[in-house]
């Protein structure tokens, strides 16, 4: 059965500082992946999606970048963190597009203080 | 771009009661799923329906998708449904895509 986690579960992070989080799936051989942000109360807004190992696309500017570096790996990271990032971080997996669900995982909650 | 918009916001039923939620978005949907997220939760996929009609339990989703517009069904609510329900569609095109709505909020009273 295919698992997706999720790390850190949350994080607390000063201004200015870098972050990195992480997703892996795992029971799926090359899986579109994506990354989703929620602010608190919000709906969910898509930040990146990739479709292959090495190839990310952006579909929103949060001042945030994404890399997958392996077929089951997906990483969004900051070099500088603003009060603004903080919120629900959602990876989630689909097997191809358009005729297959979409799986999250548990989320990381990001507090920027 | 792609709008997804749901109906009604917030919801309050009493236990037992059924709930209607309602979907409507911009564009043809090639894709179209229900959501839902326990407070301070993830989302978990209730109904993966861009087309017909499905059920499962005591959910029931109906797209119309000529007409850009789905619907769901909760029969007989109780206390642990309570939640945000989130429709969520993509329309094709090269950007893989999945566009929210704001959610329906239900709370579900004893």
């Known amino acids: 059965a295919q698992t997706i986690h999720q790390w850190p579960v949350a994080e607390i992070k000063a201004v200015g500082s870098p972050l990195s989080l992480g997703c892996t799936i795992k029971g799926k051989s090359s899986p579109n992946l994506y990354w989703y942000w929620q602010a608190t109360g919000g709906t969910l807004q898509q930040l990146f999606y990739s479709i292959t190992v090495g190839q990310v696309e952006s579909v929103v500017q949060l001042n945030l970048s994404a890399s997958r570096p392996k077929d089951d790996q997906f990483i969004l990271s900051t070099e500088k963190l603003l009060l603004s990032h903080s919120g629900f971080y959602l990876c989630?997996?689909?097997?191809?597009?358009?005729?297959?669900?979409?799986?999250f995982g548990k989320g990381t909650r990001l507090t920027v203080v | 771009g792609q709008q997804v918009q749901q109906s009604p916001a917030s919801l309050v039923l009493q236990e037992g009661e059924n709930a209607e939620l309602q979907c409507n978005f911009s564009s043809t949907a090639t894709q179209l799923q229900w959501f839902y997220q326990r407070p301070g939760g993830s989302l978990v996929s209730l109904l993966y329906?861009?087309?017909g009609t499905k059920h499962t339990g005591r959910l029931t989703s109906t797209t119309v998708t000529k007409e850009r517009r789905s619907s769901l069904h909760i029969s007989s609510s109780q206390i642990t449904d309570s939640g945000t329900y989130f429709c969520a569609m993509d329309s094709g095109g090269s950007n893989y895509k999945l566009t929210f709505g704001k959610g329906t909020l239900l709370t579900v009273t004893p």
């Open positions: 329906n861009p087309s």
């Open positions: 989630a997996w689909s097997l191809d597009r358009g005729d297959t669900e979409v799986f």
